[in-house]
């Protein structure tokens, strides 16, 4: 895992010394986000900490800009292989209420399928969280809400962020 995020970090500082300087006034506008309603990135893909109730995983995630005040996070998660499969899959739904999609506060609502212990996981509910750039195409966010769980037939509610973490997620966009 400290090897993917060591990639990670330096394809992301290559790839902001390569794009620093805009290349014409067309480009200089797409990345201020001045473009008729167009989403301020392209797509993004990262990690994310995700999981049911307060067991945090890492998750690969994408995000999916719709426009310039939304977007979907999708996330994927396979914490063990070892004895029963264990594997998340969801994605949250998430709009700007204030800022941009560069830095602001956004709600949405979330969904996580998955096996935990050989036992059927299901998390859904609200999210509200904070997102800001501390670069051009990366974006920090962290998120949590009310969440309904329901894991081997047994529901439960709960306040909390999206995992241990808060719904930490670190998103490099292209």
Not at 68 to 94: C, D, E, R, W
Not at 144 to 165: E, H, I, N, T
């Amino acid at each position: 895992m400290k090897n993917l995020v060591l990639v990670l970090a330096v394809f992301v500082l290559f790839h902001q010394t390569a794009y620093a300087a805009p290349r014409s006034v067309a480009s200089a506008e797409h990345q201020k986000g001045s473009s008729g309603g167009s989403p301020e990135h392209d797509f993004g893909l990262g990690l994310a900490s995700f999981g049911a109730g307060v067991a945090a995983t890492t998750a690969i995630s994408a995000w999916i800009p719709l426009n310039h005040t939304m977007g979907v996070q999708t996330y994927l998660s396979i914490p063990t292989t070892s004895g029963n499969f264990n594997f998340h899959a969801g994605g949250a739904y998430k709009y700007t209420l204030s800022g941009s999609a560069n830095n602001g506060f956004h709600i949405g609502g979330d969904i996580l399928l998955g096996a935990a212990g050989g036992e059927f996981t299901l998390l859904t509910g609200g999210l509200i969280g904070i997102h800001f750039s501390p670069s051009s195409s990366v974006v920090f966010a962290v998120d949590g809400g009310p969440q309904v769980s329901l894991v081997a037939s047994k529901a439960d509610f709960l306040m909390s962020g999206l995992s241990g973490l808060l719904g930490a997620s670190l998103i490099y966009f292209f």
